[in-house]
């Protein structure tokens, strides 16, 4: 890899400190040095980026990612996609990600068994590009809640959109599988969701048995536990259990409050707004009205879920952006739109977003101490944005926007400014 120097930037460093012009030199895979204003002799072999004033910030992470959701307009039709489509599917949404400026994502769930693990393995080796990725299984559910979606007919755990399970025996078998594949989490469906029918976003349907005997198969491994988790009692029963990363969490009531903040450091939010703030305002792509998705619940759980995430964030608990992409409604690539949400709706600062994304998303990455912020040491996953996300957080969801995306010290969008780029083959004098 060759040495990089970032000159003449504006670094947003993700501290929550304000931004300041500097300099920021990247060696092999490493920031090497931080410095304010110009003052560095380039040295023999060094690229040097004369960012023109543009802003350098951390490459964003994704915290509720679904590389295998097919833009579709249900649930069952994810799963119809063939495995070998799927998996092709899936590799040109990593580059996507990546292209978006998301050098990193969390996993939420995969459609087919070893999908997230596939693909995470060819990313990690170099046969596709794409962010740092986590792997995760198949949703594990239960009969009659979100992911059961096998016909009489066809019982086959491959014909449904999550994994079903009754039964800690059956849970055991389930995690086991999906921890033989490695995968890096193991994912449970606790709670409903208004997009079924009978199993709302307020129910909770998994047993305490069934719940404990995939926390113990997945901990005693070294894995990690996320949940689908809306209803109140879904993420009580997640504290109780010591999941790692609660997915959505609208309706969490005082006492699931009170759980979440006694494990606020160890523990992640992902609300996914954009699913339901979608599905009201942009759903008649699907058919879905205004009207029809306030009669599905989604006006009250919208509010709910504000409510809850406002009250976790004064609590100093990590709400992190992950909206659920790959539907119809919310397709890949709109992800950043989840960062205009957080100010729009939870009153986060431009500031407080982009921490969320970069200094906290480092931190669900676990890898806290060298992800997520520009520091010396630090792992070199950065953004040249041309322009300041500060006063407009929206630039952020503009690809052109991106001059320059580097991961792990190397160039995945090279710089688009050729006239302010120059390679240095000999050491100044």
Same mark, same amino acid.
């Given at each position: 890899m060759a040495n990089v120097l970032f000159?003449?930037?504006?670094?947003?460093?993700?501290?929550?400190a304000q931004p300041y012009a500097g300099e920021v030199l990247v060696q092999g895979n490493r920031i090497a040095r931080v410095g304010r204003g110009p003052r560095s002799v380039p040295q023999s072999g060094t690229t040097v980026i004369d960012g023109a004033g543009a802003t350098l910030m951390p490459g964003m992470v994704e915290a509720h990612t679904h590389f295998g959701w097919t833009n579709s307009t249900t649930l069952d039709?994810?799963?119809?996609?063939?495995?070998?489509e799927h998996t092709l599917w899936a590799a040109q949404v990593a580059k996507q990600y990546?292209?978006?400026?998301?050098?990193?994502?969390?996993?939420?769930?995969?459609?087919?068994?070893r999908l997230d693990c596939v693909i995470r393995n060819a990313i990690d080796s170099g046969q596709i590009p794409g962010p740092r990725y986590l792997a995760a299984?198949?949703?594990?559910?239960?009969?009659?809640?979100?992911?059961?979606?096998?016909?009489?007919?066809?019982?086959?755990?491959?014909?449904?959109?999550g994994h079903v399970v009754d039964g800690p025996n059956e849970m055991r078998k389930a995690v086991r599988m999906f921890l033989k594949y490695g995968?890096?989490?193991?994912?449970?469906?606790?709670?409903?969701?208004?997009?079924?029918?009978?199993?709302?976003?307020?129910?909770?349907?998994?047993?305490?048995? !069934?719940?404990?005997? $995939?926390?113990?198969?997945? /901990?005693?491994?070294? +894995? =990690?536990?996320?949940?689908?988790?809306?209803?109140?009692?879904?993420?009580?029963?997640?504290?109780?259990?010591?999941?790692?990363?609660?997915?959505?969490?609208?309706?969490?009531?005082e006492e699931a409050l009170d759980m979440l903040e006694a494990q606020k450091d160890r523990i992640f939010v992902a609300p996914g707004l954009s699913v339901i703030?979608?599905?009201?305002?942009?759903?008649?792509?699907?058919?879905?009205?205004?009207?029809?998705?306030?009669?599905?619940?989604?006006?009250? !759980?919208?509010?709910? $879920?504000?409510?809850?995430? /406002?009250?976790?964030? +004064? =609590?100093?608990?990590?709400?992190?952006?992950?909206?659920?992409?790959?539907?119809?409604?919310?397709?890949?690539?709109?992800?950043?739109?989840?960062?205009?949400y957080f100010v729009k709706y939870l009153g986060m600062t431009p500031m407080e977003a982009i921490v969320s994304c970069t200094r906290w998303g480092g931190q669900i990455m676990m890898k806290g101490k060298e992800l997520g912020e520009i520091r010396e040491g630090w792992l070199a996953d950065l953004?040249?944005?041309?322009?300041?996300?500060?006063?407009?957080?929206?630039?952020?969801?503009d690809r052109s926007k991106l001059l320059a995306i580097m991961k792990d010290g190397q160039f995945c969008k090279e710089p688009e400014i050729r006239s302010a780029r120059t390679r240095w083959t000999q050491t100044a004098a």
């Open positions: 000159t003449n930037v504006r670094i947003l460093d993700a501290t929550g039709a994810i799963q119809k996609l063939p495995h070998e990546l292209d978006c400026g998301w050098t990193s994502c969390v996993g939420a769930a995969t459609p087919k068994p299984s198949q949703e594990i559910t239960v009969t009659g809640s979100l992911g059961d979606d096998m016909l009489p007919h066809l019982p086959f755990p491959e014909m449904s959109f995968v890096d989490s193991i994912k449970l469906n606790l709670s409903g969701d208004n997009l079924v029918p009978g199993a709302d976003a307020k129910t909770s349907w998994m047993s305490d048995e !069934e719940v404990a005997v $995939a926390a113990k198969e997945t /901990k005693v491994r070294g +894995k =990690r536990l996320s949940c689908h988790a809306r209803s109140s009692e879904s993420v009580k029963q997640a504290m109780r259990h010591g999941f790692d990363i609660v997915y959505h969490a609208s309706f969490a009531d703030i979608r599905l009201l305002n942009e759903g008649e792509v699907v058919g879905i009205s205004n009207q029809i998705a306030k009669n599905m619940g989604y006006e009250i !759980e919208l509010e709910a $879920a504000v409510t809850s995430m /406002k009250a976790m964030l +004064k =609590r100093g608990i990590r709400v992190l952006p992950g909206g659920d992409y790959g539907f119809a409604w919310a397709p890949h690539g709109e992800n950043a739109k989840d960062l205009e953004l040249l944005v041309d322009g300041d996300p500060l006063p407009n957080i929206a630039i952020l969801q």
